[in-house]
């Protein structure tokens, strides 16, 4: 295998080899100058599902600490003491920002005036600290609409298959879901095409299988929908 100046990966013949992005980070901050009570260090599962996936990242939050609605299926909230509560993502979002506000839930009523801090939970690169206070800077539960926004993940790209070879196989980045559908055309015309795209959602790949071996190196534009 090697690696063009452009990022391709090269197959050579009768090898299927991957292509591989991954990125990582950590979260951990204070808010209202003080520490955040310590919680438990969660890592992410490494199993992607469509809720992982998911990027409608919000929640509406009640005083009590229960949540009222939230975009994506996995997303929980829960009070942690006296105005200080944790939202629970289906996904890392230590690469995202955070926006928060004090707001009723519901479509009539209105809150007084008062003040909302949040950040990345200490430990948990899923979940954001969130903490509410009344108009004099006391700390009093409220409700709350949080919202994360994240960079969209870079779930298309291109793969060189040379000549003789029918096969390539690409890591995709985050992972493949039980509902992802792998896409792939070539973009050379060299008198061959894709037969099929399978994805794997156990190795988070897919494999791209053309109907004949090309006589000459064939560019294969792929993406995944989730």
């Known amino acids: 295998m090697r690696l063009s100046k452009a990022g391709y990966v090269l197959l050579g013949a009768g090898v299927a080899t991957a292509l591989t992005l991954t990125g990582t980070g ?28 998911c990027r409608a990242l919000f929640a509406a939050v009640n005083a009590d600490g229960t949540l009222a609605r939230a975009g994506c299926p996995g997303t929980t909230s829960t009070a942690l003491g006296t105005g200080t509560f944790e939202v629970d993502f289906p996904r890392d979002i230590s690469a995202c920002g955070f926006v928060a506000t004090v707001g009723l839930s519901t479509f009539g009523g209105s ?53 003789g070879n029918t096969t390539a196989i690409v890591s995709v980045p985050g992972g493949i879901a039980s509902d ?24 988070g790949t897919i494999t791209i299988r ?17």
């Open 180 to 203: 992802s559908v792998g896409l792939a055309m070539v973009q050379t015309n060299a008198g061959v095409e894709v037969q099929s795209v399978v994805p794997s959602v156990t190795a």
């Open 111 to 163: 809150e007084p005036a008062s003040m909302i801090t949040d950040a990345g939970r200490a430990g948990n690169t899923n979940a954001v600290f969130i903490e509410t206070f009344n108009a004099t800077g006391t700390a009093t539960s409220l409700p709350f609409h949080g919202s994360v926004q994240c960079p969209p993940p870079n779930r298309s790209g291109k793969v060189k298959i040379l000549a």
């Open 26 to 53: 950590i979260a951990a901050a204070t808010s209202h100058g003080s520490p955040q009570p310590p919680g438990p260090v969660v890592h992410t599962p490494k199993k992607v599902t469509s809720a992982s996936l």
């Open 210 to 226: 053309l109907n004949k071996a090309p006589t000459k190196a064939v560019m294969v534009r792929w993406s995944v929908v989730s």
